[in-house]
């Protein structure tokens, strides 16, 4: 049974990506108690999931390792990983949380030496590649993965697979009897920074995302820019495994659209700007890119970034939101279709590959907040005084790059310590 | 303070351990070289039981420190988690039996291996002391905020609602900043339809109602010294009376200035009053609501019916005259100054000539609605705006229709020209010679904190003078401690992005000075308790620690000496790195502990064609992607020692020249990416590292041996296929220019 110590002077901290890792971090310390919830088997959210950041393409995970260690020397911050919080009641300084915690099948004793997936024949997709591979249903999240303890897919419970696992751990390790659990937690605050989604691509019709092998996200696009993604880091389309160097990136992918999302995500100019470095460092001056967008955003010092990349002679832009993709079937390569505004060219040009820059659509839109919130048109939480001692940070409240959802987790850290601070001075 | 030493060793026989290794014969090596008596094998040291043997013998043996021959340092650190002892780690997984075969003839080598990484546990542990707190603490509890627009303003208002008295210095006559000359706001919160209230109004009444926000009006800092918890600001107010605070930390938000649109003569500013910039048009749109009518064109007091905003008005040049960088607000900006005219009477022309605009987020929505009120907006890059009698012509190429174009008659042309920060005295320039006096005395005058550091008066600079910041992962970590900058001084930013800056740089203050007075350091090292001592005895005032440090923790005393802040250090240990007689050192992160593990390491005979090779590798980065190749199990040399370091730059060359003295045959340094986009989080660690290894091939002349035994890598923690190659390659360039002639002296 999983024992939590928690008062109305702890901050329930909800989603362990960069913005909840800050929010934890930044208020344990502070000096106060934490609980930090993370839905995944391991922590680090979407931006362990890229290869790169914009603007000094330096690589997420080395910020993620300085944010694990400070978290493993913290005492103050309580780790729940594979647990999402169910309910909330109560109000501003007295809140009660139901946090539902799915069995790992794995248990502290893991040594992460990997003898229970070398035992497993199941495979699974891989959710950390975007199921663009797949793995051993007995795997470990990814190689920074914190906690680093193998889970068990829950798939092959109850099968012969998981009895290979079992028999295969010399450490008493895996707990196939392991139940789900439900816990409850008293907390004054609660930081509320369950990041993003992509927008789902398979509703961009005219796309052919649910069509086309190669016509994929700009997330899964990361995935095989990095060493550790499904390609070893080779940059290799789907239909084929052919060398993408023509490569095509279609900005505003669902969002600035009344049909899709209403905002803008701010990220994808960037992202894609970013990605056009990948086609190079990968291909050298074979590997060219070119941008579809309405406009560049950007914004503040990241313009020198886009100014680099405008001197770059093999990334192209074009003025134009795509009418359509459709593909050469004998070839496999895609062919975008539109008019590019400045000066109103008709274009019908083959890729090798195109990347959708996918809009960023609130986590907390269409799942269940367990408290009523107020929201924004966007789904994004909105700070209200009506929200109580709920903050949102990060991707929660607003479409935010890393260093603007950092400064989002940190200022959310301080309204909740505020409000702890309170309780523990009995003012509320 | 004497402290009662017991060692103890551990050796795990887990994951392979005791299968690939004679652990016994390890224990000997550990007993007899290693000189610990009390060493324990366990088959499983990281499940409860060997933990809690490991416990019981800190409890009730009176054990002190302990060195685990187990996994590396960042695995099983939950069960590896003993807070009261000394504790040193040899990597006997992922930094031996991983990396290496598993056949019989790999099995000498391998076992080579684990007794040199136990040896250099055993002398590590030993050199090693229990970190107590930096002693010299401070307590003070209250904040300096430096600037009272929107962003000083948020900063000293939640810093009060978290229970922090503040101190919040204004150097003009009140409260508000550039917000306070704004008629409205860009909303923050739905509906994103028109422009709001600004709410400056309502802070200022919270703050003068507040009786912990002591404000300081037509003030500023003459004078700012000491360390975090335990600041002393001099704040000198018009008037010429001067006070003294003591405060713990310090927000800097001394905001941002109008670029002067005077540069920008062929957009017709200076040439017509119906020309302004953002900022006048403020004022006009003040005005007019005063009046209670609409906005008056200033060379006639006519009504406007026709207005252009022209976008990036010396702003996003690429020719290096004007401003780079894009301000990130004014797009949203000119939306809502349109919206002014177009709320008011919707007949009013309203134009907006932009290349890219840029409405992130809600802004989407802000753009939508100016659409829907009838702005135009119009692609196109503005080459000259001619003024006319009352109106102005306004030139452009439209880039639509790839042609020239004009816009007639505007009876008023609005520049949105961006943010220039405030940041002070650039403390890496350099006056031309003759006249560093003058720039001296004018220092005085443009420094925002006065700082009485040795290595400049203000918050060092990253680029176009916003403040250097991680501005990626850690966005508020400035190069000196205690001191958050906050708003438009760290980079372009708008109301609503300055008040969240705001309330995290507050908070990040709290941090600095509640850790400061319990003597932990902060980010990134934070809850570290180790702290710089120095041996000044030895010192022979060459002052290359107290200009190399990062984060100017250190002055200089009267007599010339060093004089450790200790609180504004981030125990990066760039110092120790630095020092030439080696006096610099941590509790338990020094040159006796890193040196003790090189001279631990067993060196065979120059015949025995099994070279040494020593890695220094940085702990954040190199160090875990090493890790994570022998995750994949990607084999790597045998022959090679890796130390991991807190930085690059704590890299004292004595370790090097030991190391080529007792035989190594190469010494590899892996740290990060330095340069403009460093990747340090000590910003200048890895950089002085390589300059200081830089100079090293005069040592290896001096020694006679070839320059190619010492070399310097930028590694990413992602280099996890490159590290081992790295190392593979080296191995085999040592193997060809032979083994060092060192050995056996």
């Known amino acids: 049974m999983t024992e939590v110590v928690a008062t109305n002077e702890t901050i329930l901290v909800v989603g362990g990506g960069i913005s909840g890792m800050t929010a934890a971090l930044e208020a344990a310390e502070t000096g106060k108690q934490v609980v930090l919830v993370e839905k995944n088997p391991a922590i680090g959210g979407r931006t362990s999931q890229l290869y790169r950041y914009f603007p000094k393409l330096c690589h997420p995970i080395c910020g993620l390792e300085i944010n694990l260690r400070r978290l493993k020397s913290n005492p103050r911050i309580r780790l729940l990983t594979m647990a999402e919080v169910t309910g909330i009641t109560g109000s501003k300084g007295d809140y009660t949380a139901t946090i539902k915690i799915t069995p790992r099948y794995v248990n502290a004793n893991c040594t992460a030496c990997g003898d229970c997936a070398k035992v497993v024949e199941t495979e699974v997709p891989n959710p950390f590649n975007y199921g663009l591979n797949k793995m051993k249903a007995a795997y470990l999240p990814n190689k920074m993965a914190y906690p680093m303890r193998y889970v068990l897919d829950k798939s092959i419970i109850g099968t012969p697979d998981a009895e290979r696992a079992k028999a295969a751990c010399k450490y008493d390790a895996i707990d196939l009897d392991m139940q789900e659990e439900t816990v409850q937690i008293k907390a004054g605050a609660v930081v509320w920074a369950t990041g993003w989604q992509p927008y789902d691509a398979n509703k961009i019709q005219p796309y052919g995302y649910d069509r086309f092998k190669n016509v994929i996200t700009s997330v899964e696009f990361e995935r095989l820019a990095d060493p550790h993604g499904p390609t070893g880091g080779k940059i290799l389309r789907p239909s084929d495994g052919k060398e993408a160097k023509n490569v095509a990136f279609i900005q505003c992918a669902g969002s600035r659209d009344e049909n899709h999302l209403r905002h803008c995500s701010r990220i994808c100019c960037m992202a894609s700007l970013k990605q056009t470095n990948y086609v190079q460092e990968h291909f050298g001056d074979e590997g060219k890119s070119t941008i579809y967008y309405i406009d560049i955003r950007a914004i503040d010092r990241f313009e020198d970034f886009y100014a680099k990349v405008q001197a770059n002679p093999n990334v192209s832009f074009i003025k134009s939101k795509v009418a359509k993709v459709t593909q050469d079937d004998a ?5 975008l279709h539109g008019v590019n505004t400045e000066g109103y060219h008709r274009y019908a040009t083959p890729h090798d590959l195109c990347v959708l820059a996918v809009g960023m659509e609130p986590s907390v839109k269409g799942a269940n907040i367990p408290i009523e919130i107020l929201a924004d048109s966007s789904g994004f939480i909105e700070a209200d005084p009506a929200n109580g001692a709920f903050f949102g940070a990060g991707c929660a409240s607003n479409a935010l790059d890393v260093n603007r959802s950092v400064q989002s987790a940190t200022a959310a850290a301080l309204r909740a310590i505020q409000v702890v601070n309170k309780v523990a001075r009995a003012e509320v | 303070m004497a402290e009662e030493k017991k060692v103890a060793a551990y050796i795990c026989q887990g994951c392979g351990l005791g299968e690939r290794l004679d652990t016994a014969a390890l224990a000997e090596v550990v007993k007899k070289e290693g000189r610990i008596q009390q060493v324990k094998t366990h088959p499983f040291l990281c499940n409860s039981e060997g933990v809690a043997m490991i416990q019981n013998d800190i409890d009730n043996d009176g054990v002190t420190h302990i060195m685990l021959g187990a996994c590396s340092r960042r695995a099983k650190t939950d069960a590896f988690n003993f807070t009261t002892v000394a504790m040193s780690r040899a990597n006997l997984r992922e930094g031996v039996i991983w990396i290496r075969p598993d056949t019989e003839e790999a099995r000498e080598t391998t076992q080579e291996m684990a007794e040199d990484y136990l040896r250099m546990g055993s002398a590590e542990i030993k050199a090693m002391r229990q970190p107590q707190g930096n002693p010299n603490t401070g307590t003070s509890r209250t904040l300096l905020v430096v600037g009272g627009g929107i962003t000083g303003m948020t900063a000293a208002l939640e810093a009060a609602k978290t229970g922090y008295p503040v101190v919040l210095v204004e150097k003009s006559g009140q409260l508000g900043g550039w917000a306070a000359r704004m008629h409205q706001r860009v909303p923050s919160h739905e509906p994103y339809k028109a422009p709001v209230d600004t709410g400056v109004a309502d802070m200022i009444s919270a703050i003068e109602a507040d009786a912990n926000i ?10 700012t010294s000491g360390a975090p918890g335990r600041f002393q600001a001099e704040i000198a107010t018009e008037s010429g009376s001067v006070s003294t605070e003591d405060v713990g930390a310090i927000v800097q938000a001394s905001g941002f200035e109008l670029y002067d649109a005077n540069k920008l003569p062929e957009l017709g500013y200076g040439k017509s009053p119906n020309v302004v910039d953002q900022g006048g048009l403020e004022q006009l749109a003040m005005e007019a609501a005063q009046r209670g009518g609409a906005i008056l064109r200033p060379s006639d007091g006519q009504p406007v019916k026709s207005v252009v905003f022209v976008q990036c008005a010396g702003q996003r040049d690429a020719s290096g005259i004007h401003l780079a960088y894009c301000s990130g607000h004014c797009c949203n900006t000119s939306i809502k100054q349109a919206m002014y005219f177009k709320d008011a009477n919707a007949d009013i022309d309203t134009t907006v000539l932009y290349t890219d605009l840029r409405t992130p987020g809600n802004g989407e929505d802000f753009y939508r609605s100016a659409q829907e009120k009838g702005v135009i907006f119009t692609k196109g890059k503005v080459s000259s705006v001619e003024p006319n009698g009352n109106t102005c012509k306004v030139n452009f190429h439209d880039m639509i229709l790839d042609d020239k174009a004009a816009i007639e008659n505007a009876d008023l042309v609005v520049l949105a020209t961006g943010q220039v920060p405030n940041s002070g005295v650039n403390i890496d ?25 040795r290595q400049g008066s203000d918050v060092p600079q990253l680029k176009y003078g916003f403040t250097d910041s991680h501005f990626i992962c850690f966005p508020y970590e400035t190069r000196r401690t205690g001191i958050y900058t906050a708003g438009p001084v760290r980079r372009p930013m708008d109301i609503a992005q300055a008040k969240e800056d705001a309330t995290g740089a507050t908070l990040k203050a709290i941090q600095a000075l509640e850790n400061a007075a319990i003597g932990s350091a902060a980010h990134p090292r934070s809850g570290d308790l180790s702290y710089p001592s120095v041996r000044l005895e030895g010192c022979t005032q060459c002052k290359r620690c107290t200009v190399e440090c990062p984060f100017g923790a250190i002055d200089e005393d009267e007599k010339r000496y060093p004089l450790f802040n200790e609180s504004r250090c981030r125990r990066c240990g760039t110092c120790m790195g630095a020092c030439p007689v080696r006096v610099i050192s941590f509790e338990n992160y020094s040159v006796d502990t890193v040196g ?15 070279p040494r090779i020593l890695v220094l590798a ?18 790597t040399s045998s022959f090679v020692r890796v130390v991991p370091v807190r930085c690059l730059g704590s890299v004292n060359t004595i370790w090097i020249t030991d190391a080529l003295n007792s035989g190594y045959d190469g010494v590899m340094l892996m740290g990060c990416k330095h340069g403009d986009e460093y990747q340090c989080h000590f910003v200048k660690g890895s950089e002085l590292a390589n300059y200081r290894m830089s100079k090293i091939d005069d040592t290896l002349k001096g020694f006679n041996l070839e320059t190619d035994r010492v070399q310097t890598y930028e590694v990413a923690i992602t280099d996890i296929d490159r590290v081992p190659k790295l190392i593979n390659d080296f191995e085999k360039r040592m193997f060809e220019i032979g083994m060092s002639p060192f050995k056996g002296f």
């Open chain 2, 214 to 223: 002591k404000v300081y009006l037509n003030a500023t800092v003459a004078k």
């Open chain 1, 331 to 335: 070839t496999g390569d895609v062919i």
């Open chain 2, 618 to 635: 940085c702990e954040n980065d190199a160090y875990p992607a090493m890790d994570m190749a022998a995750m994949n199990r990607t084999e």
């Open chain 2, 596 to 610: 003790s593990q090189i001279k631990a390491v067993s060196i065979p005979d120059e015949f025995s064609e099994k």
């Open chain 2, 429 to 453: 320039f350099k006056p031309e010679a003759g006249a560093e006096a003058a720039w001296d005395e004018q220092k005085k005058t443009i420094s925002i904190l006065n700082l009485d550091y």
